[in-house]
């Protein structure tokens, strides 16, 4: 049973992963930050990736290039958080949504310096984006998400109290009250044993307003 959300519980620890590029993860995080503010909730940041998720799939040309340039970011994400810790998470991945999302950047080392140097981190860290030294801890906190809620969805994926699943994917970003209201719905349908999907088609683009 999941615990309440009424303002007089104790926080209860969300874990959410998240891969930088995708544009409905990050709506997601900016959704769990304004549940952060109106429900007892407090969020454990942690790495997917897209491109493991999608390594060895047939994929149309378009998106295989996609899934190439999705390596860096993730790999960057993971020596950061093993050099200077779990908290840098979720700065570093507000800056380099920031620029893919909000600003259209790039996903080139120049955009991911940009990012490091404004939570100061070093840059240097970006020399993780061209190496596979980080890909089996990168696995490891793959794993430890999407083994919990199956492999035939994406990011995000949260977690709370032993129950996890995939999204919400919605836009724009819930905010205020609504945000909570929203959490509160999740957790309800997240809770009830044997419920496994409930989804219609998206009828518009990702909005981050």
């Known amino acids: 049973m999941l615990a309440s959300t009424t303002s007089h519980e104790e926080p209860v620890?969300?874990?959410?992963?998240?891969?930088?590029?995708?544009?409905?993860?990050?709506?997601?995080?900016?959704?769990?930050?304004?549940?952060?503010?109106?429900?007892?909730?407090?969020?454990?940041?942690?790495?997917?990736?897209?491109?493991?998720?999608?390594?060895?799939?047939?994929?149309?040309?378009e998106y295989?290039?996609?899934?190439?340039?999705?390596?860096?970011?993730?790999?960057v994400c993971i020596a950061?958080?093993?050099?200077?810790?779990?908290?840098?998470l979720l700065?570093?991945?507000?800056a380099i949504g920031t620029r893919f999302h909000l600003l259209g950047q790039d996903r080139s080392r120049a955009t991911i310096e940009s990012a490091l140097t404004e939570v100061g981190l070093p840059t240097s860290l970006a020399d993780a984006m061209s190496t596979t030294s980080y890909d089996e801890a990168l696995a490891a906190s793959h794993h430890q998400g999407m083994d919990q809620v199956g492999y035939e969805v994406g990011?995000?994926?949260?977690?709370?109290?032993?129950?996890?699943?995939?999204?919400?994917?919605?836009?724009?970003?819930?905010?205020?009250?609504?945000?909570?209201?929203?959490?509160?719905?999740?957790?309800?349908?997240?809770?009830?044993?044997?419920?496994?999907?409930l989804k219609?088609?998206?009828?518009r683009d990702p909005l981050f307003d």
């Open 80 to 88: 950061a958080a093993q050099a200077h810790g779990e908290n840098v």
């Open 155 to 197: 990011t995000p994926v949260i977690s709370v109290e032993g129950i996890a699943f995939f999204g919400p994917v919605v836009s724009p970003i819930p905010r205020g009250e609504a945000a909570g209201r929203l959490w509160d719905g999740v957790l309800a349908v997240a809770g009830t044993d044997g419920f496994f999907e």
């Open 64 to 75: 295989q290039q996609i899934m190439q340039e999705a390596w860096g970011p993730v790999r």
């Open 13 to 61: 620890m969300a874990d959410f992963w998240f891969d930088p590029i995708c544009p409905w993860a990050w709506i997601a995080s900016r959704w769990m930050l304004e549940v952060e503010r109106i429900r007892p909730v407090r969020v454990r940041w942690h790495v997917m990736s897209l491109a493991y998720l999608n390594r060895d799939r047939d994929l149309p040309e």
């Open 200 to 203: 219609r088609s998206r009828t």
């Open 91 to 94: 700065p570093l991945y507000s």
